[in-house]
């Protein structure tokens, strides 16, 4: 059995991306910070449709563990699945965070730059080592690196993402002489958990974004998760280095 890495699993796009790929027959080993209920439901749900998955602790913005962290990834492989390697990693986990350049403290933009981009670096640096030849990464980036999605007040957030983007062609590109292929989603706005649930706080903005948006609806979890897992399976395997919108057309 394939095996894939999901982090940031608890909810939203992480949590569909790993069930999405459960049911393509892989295992999956999902990660959490804090939300360790969304992760056990994550869990149950794949098993409850046959599969397998094991969630484990994750703190993203902290890579002096990510050495820790790649100790219980090789305990998880040899327990559940009898494997000393895996597959797939799906960069997903991140923070959200809104505010006008001169509002934006420097602790803000250290927090982002070590969740959205210094993270992902480092955890697939950590984890090469066990990703077998021939594997596939995908990248969640973000529409508001797009120029006709920008929007005040993302700046630090658009940047870091922005540089995922580019960092995603640097990986495809240094990981090609071992097959890996590596690209990125790049969701538009998504019903998911970011901003303290901010769609079910403030359903008033629904209207404004869907009316924004070619097909006329904010996007939902599954909308993401699906291109995840097309991007990591066999339907891809001549795509590298790309960054897709996944974003239903917004201000098309």
């Known amino acids: 059995m394939r095996v894939a ?6 909810s939203g796009i992480g949590q569909s991306a790993a ?33 397998t998955a094991v969630s484990l602790p994750l703190d993203l913005g902290d890579s ?17 699945w009898q494997r000393d390697s895996f597959d797939f990693l799906v960069n997903n986990a991140g923070a959200g965070h809104m505010a006008m350049i001169e509002d934006t403290t420097e602790a803000d933009f250290d927090r982002l730059s070590r969740v959205l981009l210094k993270g992902p670096f480092f955890l697939t640096q950590t984890l090469l080592p066990l990703m077998v030849d021939g594997g596939a990464i995908v990248n ?40 890996i ?19 079910e706080r403030f359903p008033d903005l629904i209207p404004g974004i869907a009316a924004k948006t070619a097909l006329g609806r904010i996007g939902e979890p599954d909308d993401v998760g ?6 990591l399976g066999e339907e891809s395997r001549w795509i590298t280095a790309q960054d897709i919108e996944v974003s239903g057309g917004y201000n098309l």
Do not use: C, H, W
């Not at 999605?149 to 990986?171: F, P």
């Open 5 to 10: 890495i999901v982090t940031g699993a608890s």
């Open 19 to 51: 069930v999405q790929l459960a049911r393509r027959e892989t295992g999956v080993i999902l990660t959490f910070q804090g939300n360790e209920a969304g992760a056990l439901d994550t869990v149950a749900t794949i098993e409850k449709d046959g599969g």
């Open 64 to 80: 002096a563990r990510f050495p820790a962290f790649r100790d219980s990834v090789v305990a998880a492989l040899r327990d559940t």
């Open 140 to 179: 969640t980036t973000s529409s508001s690196t797009q120029p006709l999605s920008l929007e005040a007040g993302y700046s630090v957030y658009g940047a870091m993402k922005g540089g995922l983007v580019v960092l995603t062609r640097y990986m495809a590109k240094e990981l090609s002489r071992r097959g």
């Open 181 to 199: 292929r590596v690209n990125s989603v790049s969701p538009g706005t998504t019903r998911t958990r970011i901003g303290d649930n901010a769609f």
């Open 226 to 231: 699906m291109a995840i897992a097309m991007l």
